[in-house]
């Protein structure tokens, strides 16, 4: 069964600071990767997907992530952090054929610092 | 443009009430999924459907029925309210993954129960 693991609940950055998210996978084959932002009260907004080629995938807002087979990471870069990027952010992987269904992480909430 | 539409946002029950949430896309999407979203544990799958007449169970079933008897909706029902069913419940809908699909979100369904 494939699984995803956030590992940093909370993170905390300030404004024009870099920004990492870490997420790592768990699926026997190639998996199709995504990461998603909420904000308080909303859906879930598509940030970025991979389903294959070019491993470095580029999003809106400015953000990108990087497919690494090797370590089973998908993780999430901003160059510069601005204040509007604080929401949080859920990484995903889905599966093919049974339903197309994803499994997500549990979040990791972005808070940015003025 | 509206995507998905999931009606209603709020909904207060006492417990042993029922209700039905409504999912409605309008993308013409295959599929589509229910999920609910709880505090440190990301979104889970309720149920799903890979369309018009069909529906499959998810990771956390118990105490749900759908049904998507048209193809642009998709009902979550609740036959018999608990208090571990307070959550926010998420409507999603997509193409297929092998054709490039993302899940599009609703924004939410708040519901309490008492």
């Known amino acids: 069964a494939q699984s995803v693991t956030q590992p940093d609940i909370h993170i905390t950055v300030s404004e024009g600071a870099s920004l990492e998210l870490r997420c790592n996978y768990s699926?026997?084959?190639?998996?199709?990767l995504f990461w998603y932002v909420q904000s308080p009260g909303q859906g879930l907004q598509l940030l970025l997907k991979y389903f294959s080629g070019d491993t470095l995938v580029q999003g809106i807002k400015g953000f990108e992530a990087e497919f690494k087979r090797s370590q089973s990471s998908f993780n999430l870069r901003k160059p510069s952090v601005h204040w509007s990027d604080a929401a949080e952010y859920f990484c995903a992987v889905g599966a093919t054929g049974g339903g197309n269904k994803l499994t997500f992480g549990t979040g990791t909430q972005l808070k940015v610092e003025l | 443009n509206a995507g998905v539409t999931q009606t209603p946002k709020f909904r207060v029950l006492k417990t042993g009430q029922s209700m039905t949430l409504l999912c409605a896309q309008d993308?013409?999407?295959?599929?589509m999924y229910w999920y609910r979203q709880d505090p440190g544990m990301g979104l889970r799958l309720i149920h799903y459907s890979v369309g018009e007449g069909t529906t499959a169970k998810g990771e956390v079933p118990d105490g749900y029925n759908v049904s998507r008897l048209k193809k642009q909706n998709f009902l979550l029902g609740l036959e018999s309210a608990a208090p571990s069913q307070t959550s926010v419940y998420f409507c999603?809908?997509?193409?297929?993954?092998?054709?490039?699909?993302?899940?599009?979100f609703g924004d939410g369904t708040r519901l309490s129960i008492l």
């Open positions: 993308m013409n999407h295959e599929y």
């Open positions: 999603a809908s997509s193409y297929d993954l092998a054709s490039a699909g993302t899940q599009h």
């Open positions: 699926y026997g084959a190639t998996p199709y």
